[in-house]
């Protein structure tokens, strides 16, 4: 079957998605699962009162089942009790559309997982003493090949940033001074990206809505494993650190200031 | 009203060719292999079939040898160059952004003992020649570049990349299915050993291609049996196919200037607006040095499927890079390429314009944009 041809259903869902949209107040808990690597990602809100579900919306990044799954379990969701819905299942969400082509079924996976993860959410929320958990020793790990491309592409100070004319440049996070290096960077080349292990950019609020407004594409909880390429910098292995997923990305040249 | 815009993908075949083929399926059955008469017309057609594409693209009438489409005449023009080269060496140069044919040509070839250099493209798609010189070893053999990217439309630097090989005295492949049609091809100005066409992407029938083969060039054939295109490529001639190509050379050789103005046009007026009325949207592919019919945009924050779904509720056909949309679910090589991350390669849009498309066509797709676009993005967790 085509990825396209979906049921009526599915399409109906996906012209008409139910329960769009986010939710806030402290009965509120999201999940979120999938990831933009693999094309979809979902969010799904609850507003959990004496464990009944009175309120779910979504958010989707994805293809038509991706909304269309998210927007049949919201349906779904809606009005049981949080042991109800946390059995529903990726079959459910399917047969509920009337079926999905056999590649989307990961689609329909997503939607059951991100509701389960939004209860998850809301249990821990319950018992707060849970504390989060420190993050792995990111960015501190050495890059392999930095020696190798030091001045082939890697840079750990910039006089002349002409250098970069029409480049793809990546920052590499080391506080306020390489965001400067990244806004005046757009200025030259249309893409720069912006690589922090952390969750926010840590910087002064003026200077932090100047980095979300700008071009600069940012790259949050990622840190670079390794620099690769034929006697300059080519690519590099960038390590999604939620994810725990790691990725090649093209790019001309990379920016660490000491 | 419906709106094709995806003549990447495929093209129609153009009324005019339809008529020039249409003897050739029944009035003259001629195989040019045949000795009597109704074969001899067969064999003067062959012949000026030859003639006509030799001159679309400066080259001689035997240098022309006729296949049954892009993917084969890859496959002879590469694997046969190599097996037939291979004492001389093993080394073989492709780009990153090949089309998919050339891309699983590579690996066949090195899974039989050849290897493989692939270059790297610039953010906007192009080659870098020095890149290409740096690859290249002392058993390099071939190069292969496409003339210009078949999705985001960058034109690659042809005549340098012929000069570099030709100084080297490597041989230079390139694949112009994309290209023909759009910019005048000259074989002999761009020191092109090897060139791959297809008919389909100048309006002519679908399997009928040409492997354009320079004198002195040799090559094994890739498919065995009675000889004929000088027993290259065996197997009797598609003789409404090749009068098909034939004529759609002609047409083009008529018309191609006009067309592509009025290509530009259309295309410049559809870049104008999207990025007048669409906020983070971002042109994919070289300013400037791109196909005259090639428009392909990426919009933070969604993804092509469901894009491509939108638009076609709209009556609008597209094509996009995005993995959902494809059989392996893995986004588009050439847009990873240019140094995108996997959610954005996945949210791309790509308008190819053609000899059919009509102003309406440019304003219904103009006018459905922007209200798709805001939809998904208000679904969308990625975009603020």
């Not at chain 2, 003789?239 to 592509?260: C, D, L, T, Y």
């Not at chain 2, 050439?334 to 995108?340: D, E, H, P, S």
């Amino acid at each position: 079957m085509k990825s396209t041809q979906y049921s009526e259903k599915v399409l109906d869902h996906f012209r008409n998605p139910r329960n769009s949209g986010t939710l806030e107040g402290k009965n509120v808990a999201m999940g979120r699962v999938g990831n933009p690597v693999c094309g979809d990602l979902m969010e799904v809100y609850l507003d959990v009162k004496n464990d009944v579900i009175k309120d779910v919306k979504f958010k989707t990044f994805g293809c038509g089942s991706a909304i269309a799954t998210a927007s049949m379990i919201t349906e779904l969701a809606k009005g049981k009790t949080i042991e109800e819905a946390e059995k529903i299942t990726r079959g459910d969400v399917a047969d509920e559309l009337d079926g999905l082509p056999p590649v989307k079924m990961h689609c329909s996976n997503l939607a059951a997982d991100a509701l389960r993860d939004a209860i998850k959410n809301y249990r821990a929320k319950q018992q707060p003493l849970a504390g989060e958990k420190e993050k792995s020793d990111a960015g501190k790990k050495e890059i392999i090949g930095f020696v190798e491309f030091l001045n082939k592409g890697v840079f750990n100070e910039v006089e002349d940033l002409s250098l970069f004319k029409d480049k793809r440049v990546m920052v590499l996070d080391k506080g306020e001074q390489s965001i400067e290096t990244a806004l005046e960077l757009t200025k030259l080349t249309p893409r720069v990206i912006f690589v922090t292990a952390s969750k926010e950019v840590a910087a002064n609020p003026e200077l932090k809505t100047q980095l979300k407004q700008s071009d600069v594409k940012i790259l949050y909880e990622s840190e670079i494993l390794e620099i690769k390429g034929e006697g300059e910098v080519e690519k590099v292995l960038v390590h999604d650190l939620n994810e725990d997923e790691e990725y090649e990305l093209f790019i001309d040249a990379l920016i660490i200031l000491q | 009203m419906n709106a094709y815009l995806d003549y990447q993908s495929s093209k129609p075949v153009d009324p005019r060719v339809i008529e020039a083929m249409l003897p050739y399926f029944h009035d003259k059955p001629g195989n040019p292999s045949s000795l009597h008469a109704v074969g001899d017309d067969a064999t003067a057609v062959l012949e000026e079939a030859h003639e006509t594409i030799a001159g679309f693209i400066n080259a001689e009438k035997d240098e022309i040898i006729f296949t049954s489409g892009a993917t084969e005449s890859n496959n002879l023009g590469i694997i046969g160059f190599a097996m037939r080269n291979r004492n001389k060496g093993n080394h073989i140069i492709i780009s990153e952004i090949e089309h998919i044919s050339i891309h699983n040509i590579a690996k066949h070839l090195e899974k039989n003992g050849f290897f493989v250099s692939k270059v790297p493209v610039d953010q906007y798609g192009r080659v870098n020649i020095k890149k290409i010189a740096g690859r290249i070893t002392e058993k390099t053999i071939l190069i292969s570049i496409g003339y210009a990217n078949n999705e985001i439309g960058t034109i690659q630097p042809v005549a340098e990349i012929g000069k570099l090989c030709r100084e080297k005295g490597i041989a230079f492949h390139t694949d112009a299915v994309a290209a023909e049609g759009l910019i005048p091809l000259d074989v002999k100005r761009d020191n092109i050993d090897l060139m791959t066409l297809s008919s389909n992407d100048i309006y002519g029938p679908k399997g009928v291609g040409v492997l354009y083969l320079r004198k002195g060039i040799r090559i094994s054939p890739v498919i065995i049996g009675g000889g004929q295109e000088k027993g290259l490529r065996s197997g009797s001639e598609n003789m409404p196919g090749i009068v098909g190509m034939k004529k759609a050379v002609e047409i083009m050789q008529g018309g191609m200037e006009e067309e592509v103005k009025r290509f530009k046009e259309f295309r410049d007026i559809l870049t104008g607006n999207i990025s007048k009325d669409i906020p983070k949207a971002y042109l994919n592919g070289h300013p400037k040095e791109r196909l005259p019919n090639n428009v392909h945009f990426r919009f933070e924050g969604i993804e092509g499927e469901s894009l491509l779904l939108s638009l076609k509720d709209k009556g609008v056909s597209i094509s996009t890079g995005s993995a959902c949309s494809s059989k392996t679910l893995e986004p588009s090589h050439t847009l990873i390429a240019l140094g995108l991350l996997h959610e954005e390669a996945h949210g791309s849009l790509e308008v190819t314009i053609g000899r059919f498309t009509d102003e309406e066509e440019i304003h219904s797709i103009i006018n459905a944009l922007p209200e798709v676009v805001g939809r998904l993005r208000n679904l969308s967790p990625l975009y603020e």
